[in-house]
């Protein structure tokens, strides 16, 4: 009997390695992997097609999906972590000297306000840094993945023909999130980024999860044992790839914390229910989703 095949969206990682290649195969179905380079542009596909039946998705895009009924369930599954001390910059001419300085000014906002590492670097900046944000007015370069999302109203568009980044250059904006600029101008507003994520992943735990693996519904519903064997597989070609792990950064991890990509819920339960907190906080739900009814059991 032929299994199903099943479209998919996902990143050649090491630890997707084996399943991009075929080593690692789950038992219920088949992969047909469509190569997307450019990942978000699977995640909106996804949300505004169900293009994919399983697909790589930001954890936030997903969080919002679900609060608006969209068709696809997660798998407790973490493919992409990241720290997120060293994605506010600012302009050093601007007058801002620490980050409470952001308050009463307009601070740019690579694409989406709903983007996962715009999520995680305003809560650096709320819980470690006091600062309070409401009282900061969020602009826009792009729009969201979940089209019926509303925002906040201190949440704006971007409102000139010049992009984030001249902007912030020309110091028009005095800092923003998710924005690369060559200027020596332009610097992290919190200083040793890197020690700084390490420090709070010691010190409290603080190893945030950017994407997670979803499936469409009804595909789920179609065959009740695929979410468990999805998991499987994704922890088998995980297992497989931590002899050769090279990233520099996991490599910091596991010198931490052991298994550098932790997957499952029990095991993330605390970075689960941080995001959430989070995207109540900033106006991305309206009420707190309990984590049972985001992840498929596996």
Same mark, same amino acid.
């Given at each position: 009997?032929?299994?199903?095949?099943?479209?998919?969206?996902?990143?050649?990682?090491?630890?997707?390695?084996?399943?991009?290649?075929?080593?690692?195969?789950?038992?219920?179905?088949?992969?047909?992997?469509?190569?997307?380079?450019?990942?978000?542009?699977?995640?909106?596909?996804?949300?505004?097609?169900?293009?994919?039946?399983?697909?790589?998705?930001?954890?936030?895009?997903?969080?919002?999906?679900?609060?608006?009924?969209?068709?696809?369930?997660?798998?407790? !599954?973490? #493919?992409?972590?990241?720290?997120?001390?060293? =994605?506010?910059?600012?302009?050093? /001419? $601007?007058?801002?000297?620490? %980050?409470?300085?952001?308050?009463?000014?307009?601070?740019?906002?690579?694409?989406?306000?709903?983007?996962?590492?715009?999520?995680?670097?305003?809560?650096?900046?709320?819980?470690?840094?006091?600062?309070?944000?409401?009282?900061?007015?969020?602009?826009?370069?792009?729009?969201?993945?979940?089209?019926?999302?509303?925002?906040?109203?201190?949440?704006?568009?971007?409102?000139?023909?010049?992009?984030?980044?001249?902007?912030?250059?020309?110091?028009?904006?005095?800092?923003?999130?998710?924005?690369?600029?060559?200027?020596?101008? !332009?610097? #992290?507003?919190?200083?040793?980024?890197?020690? =700084?994520?390490?420090?709070?992943? /010691? $010190?409290?735990?603080?190893? %945030?999860?950017?994407?997670?693996?979803?499936?469409?519904?009804?595909?789920?519903?179609?065959?009740?044992?695929?979410?468990?064997?999805?998991?499987?597989?994704?922890?088998?070609?995980?297992?497989?790839?931590?002899?050769?792990?090279?990233?520099?950064?996991?490599?910091?991890?596991?010198?931490?914390?052991?298994?550098?990509?932790?997957?499952?819920?029990?095991?993330?339960?605390?970075?689960?229910?941080?995001?959430?907190?989070?995207?109540?906080?900033?106006?991305?739900?309206?009420?707190?989703?309990?984590?049972?009814?985001?992840?498929?059991?596996?």
């Amino acid at each position: 009997m032929d299994l199903p095949r099943l479209k998919t969206a996902l990143v050649t990682r090491g630890h997707t390695q084996a399943l991009k290649d075929g080593t690692v195969r789950p038992a219920t179905c088949a992969f047909d992997f469509e190569e997307v380079p450019v990942i978000i542009k699977a995640f909106r596909r996804m949300v505004r097609g169900l293009e994919f039946d399983v697909c790589e998705m930001a954890i936030t895009t997903y969080i919002c999906a679900r609060a608006h009924g969209k068709r696809f369930t997660a798998i407790p !599954v973490f #493919p992409m972590r990241a720290f997120h001390h060293g =994605a506010v910059v600012y302009n050093t /001419r $601007s007058g801002i000297r620490g %980050p409470q300085d952001l308050e009463g000014r307009r601070v740019g906002v690579n694409r989406g306000y709903t983007v996962t590492t715009g999520v995680w670097a305003r809560a650096i900046l709320q819980h470690e840094h006091g600062v309070n944000l409401g009282r900061v007015t969020w602009v826009l370069s792009g729009d969201e993945h979940v089209a019926e999302w509303q925002p906040p109203e201190n949440v704006v568009p971007l409102d000139s023909d010049r992009s984030l980044d001249e902007l912030l250059a020309a110091g028009d904006i005095p800092a923003a999130i998710s924005v690369h600029v060559d200027s020596p101008e !332009v610097k #992290p507003l919190i200083p040793n980024a890197a020690d =700084a994520g390490l420090a709070a992943l /010691r $010190s409290r735990g603080l190893w %945030p999860i950017n994407h997670t693996i979803v499936v469409k519904d009804e595909v789920l519903n179609a065959h009740p044992d695929l979410a468990a064997d999805l998991y499987r597989a994704f922890v088998e070609a995980k297992r497989l790839s931590m002899d050769r792990l090279d990233d520099p950064l996991l490599l910091k991890v596991r010198d931490v914390i052991g298994d550098p990509l932790p997957y499952g819920v029990a095991e993330n339960r605390q970075m689960l229910d941080a995001i959430v907190q989070h995207a109540q906080e900033q106006g991305i739900i309206r009420r707190a989703i309990p984590l049972e009814k985001l992840f498929a059991a596996v």
